[in-house]
């Protein structure tokens, strides 16, 4: 291994660290992505009327971020690196807030829908799994990024050439 590697790279347990909760996050967004975000059930319904799926709702934007952010956990792990270590915080960041301002306006609607003899009926709009796995894995994303900080400290100070006086 090169020695500008075997310096830059994260110590064993806080590389482990990234890379299982980076892995972890991005695995909970992917999988999200094709499951149900909420349901539409009406009062008169025995099931759902309508159910969305949670990748067609924001145009599987939470995939791209999941791959994306697999590939700078294994970037952190094999080489170590504080920017790829922040933007798996950011992509975190991002994931959660296309879930909280995207996502969960819709998951907790009401309105009309028509019913099967033509009549409206008031319904209501109920948060499923989806919801949940796509907030779980940004937390996890930001956590995982928090943490790793936490445990490295501050960066290493870089040590300065005297000038030469000529």
């Given at each position: 291994?090169?020695?500008?590697?075997?310096?830059?790279?994260?110590?064993g347990?806080?590389?482990?660290?990234?890379?299982?909760?980076?892995?972890?996050?991005?695995l909970?967004?992917?999988?999200?992505?094709?499951?149900?975000?909420?349901?539409?059930?009406?009062?008169s319904?025995?099931?759902?009327?309508?159910?969305?799926?949670?990748?067609?709702?924001?145009?599987?934007a939470?995939?791209?971020?999941?791959?994306?952010?697999?590939?700078?956990?294994?970037?952190?792990?094999?080489?170590?690196?504080?920017?790829?270590?922040?933007?798996?915080?950011?992509?975190?960041?991002?994931?959660?807030?296309?879930?909280?301002?995207?996502?969960?306006?819709?998951?907790?609607?009401?309105?009309?829908?028509?019913?099967?003899?033509?009549?409206?009926?008031?319904?209501?709009?109920?948060?499923?799994?989806?919801?949940?796995?796509?907030?779980?894995?940004?937390?996890v994303?930001?956590?995982?990024?928090?943490?790793?900080?936490?445990?490295?400290g501050?960066?290493?100070?870089?040590?300065?050439?005297?000038?030469?006086?000529?």
């Amino acid at each position: 291994m090169p020695e500008a590697l075997r310096r830059s790279a994260l110590p064993g347990a806080i590389g482990a660290v990234v890379l299982i909760g980076g892995l972890l996050g991005a695995l909970l967004l992917f999988v999200a992505e094709f499951t149900t975000l909420y349901e539409v059930k009406t009062a008169s319904s025995v099931g759902p009327v309508r159910s969305v799926s949670t990748g067609s709702h924001h145009a599987y934007a939470m995939a791209l971020i999941a791959i994306v952010v697999a590939a700078f956990a294994v970037g952190v792990w094999r080489a170590g690196g504080r920017p790829a270590l922040l933007a798996i915080g950011v992509l975190g960041l991002i994931a959660l807030l296309i879930s909280l301002l995207g996502d969960l306006p819709d998951a907790h609607g009401n309105g009309l829908v028509a019913n099967s003899s033509g009549h409206f009926e008031i319904a209501s709009a109920t948060p499923s799994g989806g919801m949940y796995m796509e907030s779980l894995g940004a937390v996890v994303l930001i956590i995982t990024c928090a943490s790793a900080f936490i445990l490295l400290g501050p960066p290493p100070r870089l040590q300065r050439e005297p000038a030469a006086n000529g």
